[in-house]
């Protein structure tokens, strides 16, 4: 399919050929019929993807903030690492669009139909692309009545209708909107709708009239200067009775205006993106409220609510950002003797083969436009051209003294830490890349040099070239995706966790005993030089011995899909594992028991944890794991204290060894070493040579019991024997 996407680093646009994305539970694949370029809002991602790495960090210096502080805690070579894979990722564009409904996912049954009219919203989800898959909640039946040309428009309307919502404006309110581009010709229509009498201001004399044509009562131009009296003699010295400001700007003066035209006590409902400094006395004097509109309505931003399709009580919440949405596309009936038109407001259509020339046109502002639309090719009879088949490939033998792999998932910690290694090692074919996002797939396998791309996983564990899998997904399809490599006879590299189940891990476990394959998790830190230096110290020493590793993790993003019970689950599952493994490394004996206990809950998520982890010759382990830390202070500190002797790894920055009084020290300064060049190593010798799982796969069996008995010991409060 094709579909216009930008680079993060460069600002390039471009439409690509891309792999279609499928359908998923609680989704609609949906075939694209009409997108609507938002200027405003796309105009500023355009805009900063041009600027250079300079520009970019001058307009966001809490990110600046942010990089020199990893600088300083992990060195200046990971950081680069991490940036140059931020910035490398392909940006989506569009976030409104409509089409045609090709393929229902699970639990939408009934409510939607293959062949229904949608309006889709949501950036990342209602792309210009020719297919996008969209969460049952941000995608709303169609009238038969109304083209896809309006209903594309659905989404700005809902952030349009949702600004006014929070005025709660009366029959015959006077309400003002400042700034008429597309968001605010869409208000005042709505307004109109509504029974209040609009005003409209802009410095645009063509938007005004446009405004008027469509139903604003009065218009002022700000080219003429203050409105204030202008505005009194139509409302009797009363003033507007509320104030949508939709202008996008980095000036103020549309709070400066609002308080010039608002009455007394009224609301000031803020849609577009302006300076917020605001002239206090006015607003004081006439005690003004200012709300600030959440995009479409309530439920944006909730992953509950949008890809989960989780419904709010209608008694506490009415209309939601779906509500809004299947509010806005019904208004667009024709047969509605007041309705809103979009077509009044389009002034551009350029089919997606064109797309650089329609992205030209609104970021250079060459002539005045308002409403540019995209649109995709359909059949001679006019209905949605059918996805392409699937295609079969020829059975061929695989590669012999190579690892040809097949990856799936591709996120930032791939792009910077794994695939730049694949794909410099001389041992490792690259065959095919599976990612959700077709956009994701096209630029790994342009970028790495990837064979082949795609959205289905099958493809990877069907193709018989295929003799290896990296798996790099949310942590919930891990012990499902490894189950089915080891089923297809591929060895596996997956990251921690391998499972978040008992069960899930018995599932692993019962594969394994049937294929001829091995797995290994991305228990990476092994293999990092220091560890095996500090292994090589402690192997004999006698024990016990007494580990302590402290973890300041960090605050995990509040949108962090590792907080998401269905993909993440937490971090004590997702990120402790590494270190539970660690300790079974430096100690290198079973381990028999664990024992936790958690500090009182912060953001709603279990990441401030001690866990004591005991070993069959009586050594131990001590887990501190938080997220109350200053992240710029080292990340990890691992002591081990033994035979009479102190190692210390500080951050994978220093290892300090104290034997008799003396100290050996190896540092580096420039870059970290957690081990993910040595890992992979291994793990590609092992697919080549056929000597077997890198890691022995009872003790990656084992350090996954003990994560998931943590968890166990944190609700029971006991001590959980393995």
Known sequence: ????????????????????????????????????????TERMVVEFAKRSLLGKATSRPDLVKQVMAKIHRDGLVATLDTVRARLDQPLPLGYSASGVVVEVGHGLEGKFQVGDNVAIAGAGIANHAEYNVAPGNLAAAVPEDVSHFEACFGTLASIALNGIRLLEPKLGDVVGVIGVGLVGQ????????????????????????LARSLGAEFTWNLAD?????????????????????????????????AADIARDRAKISLVGVTGTEFPYREFMKKELSVVVSRSYGPGRYDNDFEKRNIKYPVGWVRWTEADNLAECVRLMSPNRTLRLTPTALTTHRFPINDAEKAYELVTEGMEPHLGVVIEYPTDQQGSVEPIPAIEIRPYVIPHRGRCTLGVIGAGSFARSKLLPILARHPQVVLHTVVTQRGVSA??????????????????VFDDPQINAVVITTPHSTHATFTARALSAGKAVLVEKPLALTRDELNSVVRARNTSSAFFQVGFNRRFAPMI??????????????????????????????????????????????????????LIAVPIVAVRADAARLVNSLCEDVTVAIRFSDGSLCTLVY??????????????????????????????????????????????????HHGELDAFVAAVVEDTGAPIPEPEIVETSVATIAILEALRTGSVVLL
């Open 225 to 257: 200067g203050s409105p204030s009296a202008f505005v009194g003699s139509q409302t009797n010295g009363v003033g507007c009775d509320g104030v949508v400001i939709t202008a996008a700007t980095c000036s103020s003066e549309p709070f400066d205006t």
């Open 626 to 675: 938080t997220a109350l830390g200053d992240p710029a202070y080292s990340k990890e500190r691992i002591e081990c204290y033994a035979g009479g002797t102190v190692a210390t790894i500080d951050n994978f920055r220093t290892l300090e060894i104290v034997v008799n009084g003396s100290v050996r020290r190896q540092s580096s300064r420039l870059k970290q070493d957690k081990g």
């Open 442 to 459: 096209d630029d790994t396998q342009r970028r790495f040099g990837f064979r082949h791309c795609g959205t289905d996983e099958s493809s």
């Open 1 to 40: 399919m094709k579909q216009i996407v930008q680079s993060a680093s460069t600002g390039v646009l471009s439409v690509r050929a891309v792999p279609a994305p499928r359908v998923k539970p609680g989704h609609l694949l949906v075939r694209t019929v009409a997108s609507l370029i938002s200027a405003g």
């Open 186 to 209: 869409l208000a005042a229509q709505l307004l109109a709708i509504h029974g209040c009498r609009v005003l409209c201001l802009d410095y645009s004399a063509q938007r005004l009239a």
């Open 532 to 585: 095996v230096s500090l292994c090589r110290h402690l192997a004999p020493l006698p024990a016990p011995k007494n580990v302590l590793m402290r973890i300041n993790a960090g605050q995990l993003a509040a949108d962090s899909w590792q907080r998401e019970p269905d993909e993440g689950n937490g971090r004590i599952i997702g990120e402790l594992c590494h270190f539970v493994d660690l300790a079974r490394c």
